[in-house]
């Protein structure tokens, strides 16, 4: 089967095509979707700050407008793409995890970072250029490493004050300059809850737009150590054994497959699949 949703950097001199909008709210919704006539869209009272030819949906050409302020045609409301990571079609967020991405790399380069001039579009290319002192900046994606760290039949999950009361999730953090993947999971480990571990496996990875992190998902042994959380950044830290895990996290987040899948090969039980 093709791919649904593919990217493209596609000229927005051409005329037709589909049209996604987004604004500080979120992306604009309608009784038939996130997908509008492009056409149809540009004629709307919105406030476009930029528009980007991003990809193919379907087959269909597809553009992001990118707006300035959230003014809601009639009929249409706002959705978060949180909410459309959580339920729904997995290749429509996927699309619009793409978009979301795109117009926020392209909004906050509008100006050189190293001269201060304006930058321009590349045709062609996913790349903004200054014409002053030739910087081209490429779309910014962040690593962050993610590891389930397992002792036998039980694993450790963590609580961040920011989670939804009672979820424990697997441990994360971005990568500094100058780690590898390795090297910067020990390390968040050692900070969140200091404990070593041995025995790191690589698993998947997953694109998070929440803003631009790349999550590359490992299994890890305990080594050593107490659990000790981090203040601040962890709110509980514990073992859990894998017939009694806390409420986790949603369904089609690499923390969730990462857990998921160290319990199906504990237990023996078919291995779950990353959506992709
Ligand atoms: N897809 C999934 O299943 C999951 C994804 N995540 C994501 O993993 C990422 C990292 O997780 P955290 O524990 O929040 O990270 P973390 O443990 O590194 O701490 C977050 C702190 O890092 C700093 N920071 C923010 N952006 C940064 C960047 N681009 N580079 C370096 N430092 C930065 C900030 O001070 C922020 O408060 C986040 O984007 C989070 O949303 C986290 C858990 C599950
Ligand atoms: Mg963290
Ligand atoms: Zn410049």
Redesign the pocket.
Known sequence: MSERWTTAVLDTALPGGLAVARSSQGFLCAAQGVLFERQWLKQQPLDILAEHGIGHFDGQPVYLLELRSPDTPDDCHWQGLRQFMLEGDFQVYRMLGYAAQIGTWAREHRFCGSCGGPMQQVKGERAMHCARCELRSYPRI?P?M?VLVTRGDEVLLARSPRFVPGVY?TL???AEPGESAEDCLRR?VMEEVQVTVRNIQYIGS?C?P?PH?M?LGFHAEYAAGEIVPQLD?IEDAQWFHIDALPAL?AGR???RHLIDLYVARRSGLPEPVLPS
């Open positions: 962040s962050s993610i999730s994360a953090g971005f968040e997953q998070w929440f992190s999550m950044e996290p987040s690499i923390a």
